[in-house]
């Protein structure tokens, strides 16, 4: 009983300790590369992930990237409506972020 009294103590003292010093969180930027659908690019998958999220999968085929895309439309209901809109996200990242290669 004492050794579940004293675990119980020690929860609630690490619960609600508190400190004075406030938290910082490191900025990191992640800058496009400046090309032609950039800025439709930008704003339809960074507004649900950081640009790091697509920099970290790094130089693709356009196939990935088509493929990419595709499943953050259907999976996750990214706001790319239109064939076009499709397009020129992929066109961007298989331009800006590929490999050269289309398969």
Known sequence: MKKLLFILVLINVTLFSQSNTGITMPYVDFPMKEGKGMYSTK?????C??????????????????????????????????????DT???YLFENYGNGKLE
Not at 43 to 47: D, I, L, R, Y
């Open 49 to 86: 992930h950081s640009w790091g999220y697509t920099v970290n999968q790094g130089l693709q085929s356009k196939k990935f990237w088509r493929e990419k895309v595709m499943k953050m439309i259907v999976v996750f209901k990214a706001p790319i409506k239109t064939q076009k809109d499709i």
């Open 89 to 91: 996200v992929v066109d």
């Open 43 to 47: 704003g339809k998958c960074n507004m």
